[in-house]
């Protein structure tokens, strides 16, 4: 809250309303009166508006009182005498006033108070980067390529030992010929110092991918795609060696790739390398009437029984069941439309009837999705049917017609509920 520029003021109106000179009273009734009560009210200086949650005390003794929301309030039993009013409120502050109260005289008193300013302490907010807590919080010291470091260095010649040695300090990289998948060692300039057996040779640090060790990295700094990097860590022998034991002597490399549906966290700015998957189904919040599941299975229901019915009709023009045998009568061609048939009516039949009675005033099922879930079903109805041809209703004929009676118009109900589009 800012300063004002207003000083606190408090002013002290006291009108003596009553005054009663009783020279007749009888001394005993002068004594009754030794106390009295104090009334008044609180009041804004500058709206004259009343003041309420104000506390008053009189200094002294174990009286007090609050203000009202009018700003009204009565102080009782305050003792004859000179005393000490302080007033108390968290927006106007704290101030006093001596009050005169006297034996047999009633006081009125009207308070008026000016706002000031509440002066609080300045806060300091500190932030720290993802890589700054993770220092803080293992305790070890590391560097970080990160992703728009990486993506600068697309297109050069430079391939991942080159990044890590232009961007990391401490690092030598030696590589016996400028080609790439030669062999390169990378290593820190001090783990000559830490080897014990071959100074000549790679101390190369352990290398992790994805968490995963790799045995032999030297092929791997000059072979790894850049694009395929999302960051790289690297952590020097001396933190090394407290978080990944003695197999990390000459340093740690963590490498991250970029991997699709990589999720940050909050406040981490680097990009993603893939964007969320979308929602493949409807989502129902943009519909609040909701699916009409009866009227739609009921559709698919009529749809599916004229379908098969023609279907059906259609494709006994051209095959015949003689003998317990499968005969056909037509050409090639007229076999292959008239089979056709009994696979689109029944189909596009419950499919177009699912859409028209699930259909709501926002939106309506899709016709190709119903179309494929029905098709799901007539395929092994279809087979199993003419597993007997020609025989008796046995088993297996009964779960084909459980598939295009049954299975045919629920497939498309439950598409017709998951896959829907707005009108």
């Known amino acids: 809250m800012g300063k004002m520029n207003a000083h606190a003021t408090v002013q002290f109106v006291a009108a003596v309303m009553l005054a009663v000179a009783a020279a007749s009273v009888a001394p005993n009734s002068l004594a009754a009166q030794a106390t009295i009560d104090l009334t008044g009210v609180v009041l804004d200086v500058d709206s004259r508006e009343g003041i309420p949650d104000v506390i008053l005390r009189v200094l002294g003794t174990d009286?007090?009182?609050?203000?009202?929301?009018?700003?009204?309030?009565?102080?009782?039993?305050?003792?004859?005498?000179?005393?000490?009013?302080?007033?108390?409120?968290?927006?106007?502050?704290?101030?006093?006033?001596?009050?005169?109260v006297?034996?047999?005289?009633?006081?009125?008193?009207?308070?008026?108070?000016a706002q000031q300013a509440i002066e609080l302490a300045p806060i300091v907010v500190e932030g720290e980067t993802t890589l700054e807590r993770e220092r803080r919080t293992t305790g070890a010291s590391f560097w970080e390529v990160d992703r728009m470091e990486i993506q600068r260095?697309?297109?050069?010649?430079?391939?991942?030992?080159?990044?890590?040695?232009?961007?990391?300090?401490?690092?030598?990289?030696?590589?016996?010929?400028?080609?790439?998948?030669?062999?390169?060692?990378?290593?820190?300039?001090?783990?000559?110092?830490?080897?014990?057996?071959?100074n000549r040779a790679c101390n190369h640090p352990m290398v992790l991918v994805d968490g995963v060790r790799?045995?032999?990295p030297n092929y791997l700094y000059g072979t790894i795609g850049m694009s395929n990097l999302e960051r790289i860590q690297v952590?020097?022998?001396?933190?090394?060696?407290?978080?990944?034991?003695?197999g990390a002597l000459y340093g740690v490399i963590l490498i991250e790739t970029a991997r699709p549906g990589l999720v940050r966290e909050p406040g981490d700015n680097?990009?993603?390398?893939?964007?969320?998957?979308?929602?493949?189904?409807?989502?129902?919040?943009?519909?609040?009437?909701?699916?009409?599941?009866?009227?739609?299975?009921?559709?698919?229901?009529?749809?599916?029984?004229?379908?098969?019915?023609?279907?059906?009709?259609?494709?006994?023009?051209?095959?015949?069941i003689v003998d317990e045998e499968i005969d056909s009568t037509c050409?090639?061609?007229?076999?292959?439309?008239?089979?056709s048939a009994a696979f689109i009516l029944p189909a596009a039949g419950s499919a177009f009837g699912?859409?028209?009675?699930?259909?709501?005033?926002?939106?309506?099922?899709?016709?190709?999705?119903?179309?494929?879930?029905?098709?799901?079903?007539?395929?092994?109805?279809?087979?199993?049917?003419?597993?007997?041809?020609?025989?008796?209703?046995?088993?297996?004929?009964?779960?084909?017609?459980t598939f295009l009676i049954v299975g045919v118009p629920l497939a498309v109900t439950a598409a017709d509920r998951l896959f829907r589009k707005l009108r």
């Open 63 to 100: 009286v007090s009182a609050a203000s009202d929301e009018d700003g009204r309030f009565t102080i009782r039993g305050v003792p004859a005498g000179e005393w000490i009013l302080r007033v108390d409120h968290l927006a106007y502050g704290t101030h006093q006033h001596s009050v005169t």
């Open 331 to 339: 050409g090639t061609g007229t076999n292959i439309a008239a089979g």
């Open 270 to 320: 680097r990009p993603s390398s893939m964007p969320p998957p979308e929602k493949i189904t409807f989502d129902w919040a943009q519909d609040p009437a909701g699916h009409n599941t009866t009227w739609s299975m009921v559709g698919a229901i009529l749809g599916n029984t004229i379908g098969l019915a023609g279907g059906l009709w259609i494709a006994r023009q051209c095959v015949q």
């Open 153 to 198: 260095a697309l297109g050069t010649s430079r391939h991942m030992g080159d990044l890590i040695r232009q961007t990391i300090p401490g690092l030598h990289l030696r590589q016996s010929a400028q080609l790439s998948g030669v062999d390169v060692c990378l290593e820190f300039r001090s783990a000559a110092t830490i080897s014990i057996v071959n």
């Open 235 to 246: 952590i020097p022998p001396g933190s090394a060696g407290a978080r990944y034991g003695t």
């Open 354 to 401: 699912a859409r028209l009675g699930g259909g709501t005033a926002l939106s309506v099922g899709r016709t190709w999705p119903a179309v494929f879930g029905a098709s799901m079903m007539l395929f092994p109805g279809y087979a199993f049917s003419l597993t007997t041809a020609g025989g008796d209703q046995n088993l297996v004929n009964k779960i084909g017609n």
């Open 102 to 113: 006297a034996e047999g005289v009633s006081l009125e008193l009207e308070v008026r108070l």
């Open 214 to 216: 790799v045995s032999d």
